[in-house]
T-cell receptor, first 118, second 109 residues
């Protein structure tokens, strides 16, 4: 089945530094990947849609200069949290679906990255 | 994008059948209905997907009435390990996934 790998699973960084999170589709190609953020006891909030070879599309209220997304290949998308601050501490999750997925909606999610900014 | 409405929480006991209903009054013709399960500090896991009538797999059944304005996820004989948040989503291929509040299912011994 489709597998999405997310790395790292957790990271602690100092305030003001940048952190990169990787999302890889291991056994399929994905032209589109999605990035979510989830705060404790809340639902997943879509941050942006990552498109291979083009600029990401950000949801309203998400700072594109703070959350840099790069989707350089059909199997890799990265999210970089720049100049991280404690309020950026959250659980970040990516998802993807095989290229050309039709007739359905079965996206696969990564295991998530717990970011703690101190 | 169709908005979904689910109960915030449900309680059950081990061995019981649990039915979680989701309302999606604005579902579009080409939208599918998909349910995901999420445990704390993990990404959502696909449970089941359907378009109409009934779909069954090894873990759950999905019932969709003819008007498709709602759907019911049925979990047979739940166990403690089924305690999780269950999300109902609707959309077509390549639609971005917008999560609602989900339903926190608490299974007690």
């Amino acid at each position: 089945g489709a597998v999405v790998s997310q790395h790292p699973s957790w990271v602690i960084c100092k305030s003001g530094t940048s952190v990169k999170i990787e999302c890889r589709s291991l056994d399929f190609q994905a032209t589109t990947m999605f990035w979510y953020r989830q705060f404790p006891k809340q639902s997943l909030m879509l941050m942006a849609t990552s498109n291979e070879g083009s600029k990401a599309t950000y949801e309203q209220g998400v700072e594109k200069d703070k959350f840099l997304i790069n989707h350089a290949s059909l199997t890799l998308s990265t999210l970089t949290v720049t100049s991280a601050h404690p309020e950026d501490s959250s659980f970040y999750i990516c998802s993807a679906t095989p290229q050309g997925n039709r007739g359905g909606y079965g996206y696969t999610f990564g295991s998530g990255t717990r970011l703690t900014v101190v | 994008l169709a908005k979904t409405t689910q109960p915030i929480s449900m309680d059950s006991y081990e061995g019981q059948e649990v039915n979680i209903t989701c309302s999606h009054n604005n579902i579009a013709t080409n939208d599918y209905i998909t349910w995901y399960q999420q445990f704390p500090s993990q990404g959502p896991r696909f449970i089941i997907q359907g378009y109409k009538t009934k779909v069954t797999n090894e873990v759950a059944s999905l019932f969709i009435p003819a008007d498709r304005k709602s759907s019911t996820l049925s979990l047979p004989r739940v166990s403690l390990s089924d305690t999780a948040v269950y999300y109902c989503l609707v959309g077509g291929a390549t639609n971005k996934l917008i999560f609602g509040t989900g339903t926190l299912l608490a299974v007690q011994p």
